[in-house]
Structures are given as C-alpha cells and as structure tokens.
C-alpha cells in the first residue's frame, strides 16, 4: 500500500492553533501521517545564511534566513501534543529533524520512522545519528547525485551497525563495500527522488529517475514532490512509488516560504483518493480476464459457424465455414482443424459445431 504523508512542514507559522487544524485536515483527507519539521533556527542557520530564491520571493527578501527559520520554529512542547491530538484522530504524528539537539528530542517521542530531508543527505553526523536510533529511515534525495546517495547509504549502513562514530570516511567504505552492510538497509531504508524547488517546474520533475534510483540500489522508492497540483505525484504512483509525500496548507496565499507550492484541504482529500484508486487500478500485474470480463469474453468473442450446408459424411469445405458471435461453440483458432474432416450429421446454413 502507498504510504501518504501529509508535509505540515513549517505552514504552521508559529501558530498553534493552525497547527492543531493542520493535523485535523491530514486526519480528514485519508493520509497515513502528518509530518512536520523540528528544528532550532541557532542550530540551523547562521545569521547571515541567504535564503534561497524562492524564499525570496515568497517571503520578505530583505529577511535573513536565519529571521524567517526563527518565525517557523515548531516549539517542543507542542510536540506531544500534537501526536496526542494525532492519535485520537487516527493518523500518525511525525517530524523531521535538522540537527542533533532535534533528533535527540524526537527520540523521546517513539517515532515509528524518520525521514531525512533532502538538505541533509550531505551531514554525515546527522545521517549517522538517524541510523543509530535503529529506526526506519526516509532519505529525501532532492539536489543529490547518485554518487552523494550513495554515500549517505554508506553512513547510514555504518550507523546502523555502529553506535560509534568512524575514524575516517575511509572506515565508512570499507563497511560498505562489504555485501551484508548493503544487505542491511532491506526493509529499513527508503528513497524518496525529489526536485528542490518550490514550486519543481514540470518539465524538471524527473519522474524516469524513481526507475534509476530503485535500479542502482536496490531499495523502494517514492517520490516527495513541489509541483503545484495532483497530476505528478499520481504518475508517480503509477511508476511504482511506494510513498508519496507532499506539502499541503490551510490556505496557499498565506505567507511563508512553503504554502505556494502546497495542497490546499479539499487537493489533498482528493489526491489521497486518486492515489487510492490508482493503486488499486495497477492490480497484480498477472495478465488475465478479470472477474467482470466473463460475460463480455463470452458476449463480444466468435466461434464457428457454417456458412453453408454441408451433408452427412462430406468433407467440410473451407468455404463452408465463417465466424460469428454464438455464444457457444468452438473458438475460431479451431477453425482450420475443422476443414478436410469428414461431417459427423447434416450441417444447416447458421449452424454451430460442437
């Protein structure tokens, strides 16, 4: 079953209030999990980190990163709350961490999983720290080459191995290159493809890469997207992703860095729905007549017919014999074993073999 998570992410905007209603609207659209972002902007951003372009677009350009992060912070203790108010409604409450200090309070709540942004993928210490909770792990790879993938792969191997740290990053490929540190990442590991870009521009989305990244590693893939919109993340579902995330708002004027590219409530309800009917619409993959098809098969398919008579104890003549709908009878592919054989009984124009 695709998994779906709903991206709260940082629409909150410092407000708690809409933070509650966030995970009301996941809960109410069918997701799976409703996740959201812990971090502390000292932590995070120095003071004088530019923001990205589309930061500067959607929020005041002339704010620092580091000033726009600090607005957005999620405080902790909402945390338990919100996973509390997560349970009673049937959805699953998780967070991503974007420094040590975060994913060691995250561990504190029992999360069933952690996805690792795709920022991330280069911090080694963070890629290891995820690993060695033990826990399944997202790894969102939006910016990343196969080679970076595959390094963060090779932490995360170390990590989950290790409760140390490697002397060296020497010491992380020699883990790696041994097959059972690979082996190890099967059924703890996924990988989402990703374009970092808010809104990802269509013709930049990439989708062909799911197939490249489930190829090279072995592991299930899916797809967290920025495109405005339902059509690509269903596509993606269509090319085989196991998990689809994607960012949904209250409502995509407010101000912040994510809402533009996000779900408004009633797009979210009806991607997971159209996510729901796509999955099942892709079946089992065994190519044979449904249930529903019997009747038409029988219905719409020809059989043998006579198209003139022929006596008791004649050859039947090719030309005595056509096609038509019976209903019965036998399949047209039987209709050349039937020519030169002797007739058993008298043969009408608009009779059926047997």
């Not at 929020?59 to 000033?67: K, M, V």
């Not at 090779?154 to 409760?163: K, L, P, R, S």
């Not at 809402?259 to 892709?282: G, K, M, Q, Y």
């Amino acid at each position: 079953m695709v998994r779906v998570i709903a991206e709260a992410g940082v629409n909150h905007n410092g407000d708690r209030d809409m933070a509650f209603e966030l995970v009301k609207v996941a809960a109410e659209s069918g997701a799976d999990a409703v996740k959201f972002q812990t971090f502390n902007a000292e932590r995070l951003a120095a003071l004088t980190a530019p923001k990205a372009r589309y930061q500067q677009v959607t929020t005041d350009a002339l704010e620092s990163q580091f000033a726009m992060l600090k607005k957005l912070e999620l405080p902790t203790d909402w945390h338990f709350d919100l996973q509390r108010y997560s349970n009673e409604l049937g959805i699953t409450f998780i967070s991503t961490a974007f420094d040590l200090e975060s994913l060691a309070f995250l561990q504190t709540m029992d999360l069933p999983f952690y996805k690792i942004p795709s920022g991330e993928i280069t911090n080694g210490p963070l890629l290891l720290a995820f690993a060695q909770t033990g826990k399944e792990l997202i790894i969102s790879t939006g910016m990343a080459t196969l080679s970076e993938i595959e390094q963060a792969l090779a932490v995360v191997a170390f990590g989950y191995a290790h409760q140390s740290e490697p002397e060296s990053l020497e010491d992380v490929w020699r883990f790696w290159s041994n097959s059972e540190a690979q082996a190890s990442l099967q059924g703890r590991v996924s990988l989402l493809h990703c374009t970092s870009q808010y809104p990802t521009p269509i013709r930049e989305v990439n989708l062909k890469a799911m197939g490249t990244l489930a190829s090279t590693f072995g592991l299930p893939v899916g797809y967290s997207d920025h495109t405005q919109g339902l059509v690509i993340p269903t596509a993606a579902v269509a090319l085989g992703a196991s998990i689809i995330e994607k960012h949904f708002t209250l409502d995509r004027t407010l101000p912040g860095p994510d809402h533009r590219a996000s779900l408004e409530p009633d797009e979210l309800a009806n991607l997971v729905s159209t996510i729901r009917e796509v999955e099942e619409a892709l079946g089992d993959g065994v190519k044979k007549p449904q249930l529903s098809e019997w009747d038409t098969r029988k219905a719409a398919r020809q059989q043998v017919i006579f198209r003139e008579p022929v006596e008791l104890g004649e050859k039947i003549p090719r030309s005595a014999l056509s096609t038509a709908r019976c209903g019965r009878g036998i399949s047209p592919m039987g209709l050349w074993d039937l020519v030169g054989t002797t007739s058993s009984r008298t043969h009408a124009k608009g009779d059926v073999p047997e």
